[in-house]
C-alpha cells in the first residue's frame, strides 16, 4: 500500500518547506508597509495644514550626539513613543534635515506621503524609513489607539513636528 518515507527525506522535506515559508515571509516583511512601487511619483502629494489631534508624544530617550565619537554638533538622537488615538492626526512634516525610523508597535496607521500617490498602511510590526525628501502626515483611522516607536535624528531643536 504506503510505503514509509526514510527518515532523512522527510528531514530534508520538513527543512525545504521550513526555508521557503521563512523567505516567502521575509520578503512579505520587506515590503509590508511600503509604497506600491508602480505608485511611487516626486512631490505628488502637496502639504496640508491639519495641526496634531489624539496624539502622545513622549521622549524616552536622548543622546547628545556632539559628545559622541561621530561628533554630529547639534545632532540628538532620540527613542520616541506616539500613541495616536482613534481618529488621530500626526500633521504634515519633512524629514530632509531629522531622518527616522517608525516601528509600529500595535494597531494600524494610514501615512499620507509626498512621494505615493496613494495612503500607506502601516500595521503592526512594521517599520517605515523616512528620510531626505520625504514629506508626509499620518492619520488613524480605526477605532482603536496606535503606538508607535520613532527612533530619529534631531537637528532643530524648535522643531516640534512629530
Known amino acids: 500500500m504506503f510505503s514509509p518515507i526514510p527518515a532523512g527525506h522527510l528531514c530534508r522535506a520538513a527543512a525545504l518547506a ?3 515559508f521563512c523567505s516567502a515571509a521575509l520578503v512579505s516583511a520587506a515590503n509590508a ?8 511619483k516626486a512631490n505628488v502629494r502637496q502639504p496640508v495644514d491639519f495641526k496634531a489631534t489624539g496624539v502622545t508624544d513622549t521622549v524616552l530617550a536622548a543622546n547628545d550626539l556632539s559628545k559622541e565619537p561621530i561628533k554630529a554638533d547639534g545632532r540628538m538622537q532620540r527613542v520616541r513613543k506616539l500613541v495616536i488615538q482613534p481618529g488621530g492626526v500626526v500633521p504634515w512634516h519633512s524629514h530632509n534635515d531629522r531622518p527616522a525610523l517608525i516601528y509600529i508597535i500595535d494597531g494600524e496607521i494610514n501615512e499620507y506621503n509626498s512621494n505615493c500617490a496613494v495612503p500607506i498602511v502601516h500595521k ?15 492619520k488613524n483611522l480605526t477605532d482603536k489607539p496606535v503606538t508607535l516607536l520613532s527612533f530619529d535624528i534631531l537637528h532643530d531643536p524648535n522643531d516640534h513636528n512629530m
Open 33 to 40: 508597509g511600503d509604497c506600491p512601487a508602480d505608485q511611487v
Open 124 to 138: 503592526a510590526g512594521d517599520v517605515a524609513r523616512e528620510t531626505y525628501g520625504t514629506s508626509h502626515w499620518w
Open 18 to 20: 521550513g526555508l521557503v
